[in-house]
């Protein structure tokens, strides 16, 4: 298998730790290629705790992000856990994104619906992008800027100079109305980078190997995929997680 490594020209912040990463199919979770992790790192990360472990939970309201993810509900301590891992690049992530977020709002009090990243290699953006939404969730537009980068997928996708890219995604930020030096200070910092890589490799540990992915208390869905309706997410999310 194929392998490419996450380097300085994949990240916008220079000298970025490296780590090899495995292609994986962006699909609708019906065909995906096996994700393995290389490199130093066997086992998540301390900044990867377990999804499915509500001990881990620190956020408190909708829009916050904790050891769990970023939350798309309010955070119940004791319910069950569902987290989308998904890869701003993926044209089938833009099309869940919509359905998921609908489902969130059907499982308030239910459970904790949550979300963390998974760029695959196969799509030279995808990091930045991951980068250009953490950014913008530290000023509390998460799902505004990744809605922003599905909508707009094909106008930066294939943008190879980074300085580029890290430009469209600048007038983005403009456009929500986020503090520019803010935005460019954070999409760099070395705690955006670490966030994304622990997500990826708590990703790979559970067994995610493609994109959008979901997992129930760290059980990855093979049945759930873009394509599925908020109703049956909503049935098969419960039934994984005992609740039906």
Same mark, same amino acid.
């Given at each position: 298998?194929?392998?490419? /490594?996450?380097?300085?020209?994949?990240?916008?912040a220079?000298?970025? %730790?490296?780590?090899l990463?495995? +292609?994986?199919?962006?699909?609708?979770?019906?065909?995906?290629?096996?994700?393995?992790s290389?490199?130093?790192?066997?086992?998540?990360?301390?900044?990867?705790?377990?999804?499915?472990?509500?001990?881990?939970?620190?956020?408190?309201k909708?829009?916050?992000?904790? &050891?769990?993810?970023? $939350?798309?509900?309010?955070?119940?301590?004791?319910?069950? +856990?569902?987290?989308?891992?998904?890869?701003?690049?993926? %044209?089938?992530?833009?099309?869940?994104?919509?359905?998921?977020e609908?489902?969130?709002?059907?499982? #308030?009090?239910?459970?904790?619906?949550?979300?963390?990243?998974? /760029?695959?290699?196969? $799509?030279?953006?995808a990091? /930045?992008?991951?980068q250009?939404?953490?950014?913008a &969730?530290?000023?509390?537009?998460?799902?505004?800027?990744?809605?922003?980068?599905? &909508?707009?997928?094909?106008s930066?996708?294939?943008?190879? #100079?980074?300085?580029? @890219?890290?430009?469209?995604? @600048?007038s983005?930020?403009q456009?929500?109305?986020?503090? #520019?030096?803010?935005?460019?200070?954070?999409?760099?910092?070395?705690k955006?980078?670490?966030? +994304?890589?622990g997500?990826?490799?708590?990703?790979?540990?559970?067994?995610?190997?493609?994109? /959008?992915?979901?997992?129930?208390?760290?059980?990855?869905l &093979?049945?759930? #995929?873009?394509?599925t309706?908020?109703e049956d997410? +909503?049935?098969?999310?419960?039934?994984?997680?005992g609740?039906?």
């Amino acid at each position: 298998m194929t392998q490419l /490594p996450m380097t300085r020209r994949t990240l916008f912040a220079l000298g970025a %730790p490296a780590a090899l990463v495995a +292609i994986a199919a962006c699909s609708s979770g019906s065909s995906k290629s096996e994700a393995s992790s290389s490199g130093s790192q066997g086992s998540a990360s301390s900044s990867a705790s377990a999804s499915g472990d509500t001990s881990k939970m620190t956020a408190t309201k909708v829009g916050e992000r904790d &050891e769990v993810g970023y $939350h798309l509900n309010t955070p119940k301590q004791g319910a069950p +856990i569902v987290t989308l891992y998904t890869d701003y690049q993926c %044209p089938y992530c833009a099309k869940a994104e919509p359905t998921y977020e609908k489902v969130a709002k059907e499982l #308030e009090g239910t459970m904790n619906v949550t979300v963390r990243n998974m /760029p695959l290699s196969m $799509h030279k953006n995808a990091i /930045p992008a991951a980068q250009a939404v953490q950014a913008a &969730e530290l000023q509390d537009k998460h799902l505004e800027m990744a809605n922003k980068l599905f &909508e707009t997928q094909d106008s930066w996708k294939d943008i190879a #100079e980074q300085t580029e @890219l890290a430009g469209v995604f @600048l007038s983005y930020a403009q456009e929500l109305g986020l503090d #520019e030096e803010k935005f460019k200070a954070d999409l760099v910092d070395q705690k955006t980078v670490d966030l +994304i890589k622990g997500d990826f490799e708590y990703a790979q540990n559970i067994g995610v190997q493609g994109t /959008p992915q979901f997992a129930v208390n760290d059980k990855v869905l &093979e049945n759930v #995929e873009s394509s599925t309706s908020a109703e049956d997410m +909503i049935k098969e999310f419960k039934q994984a997680a005992g609740l039906s």
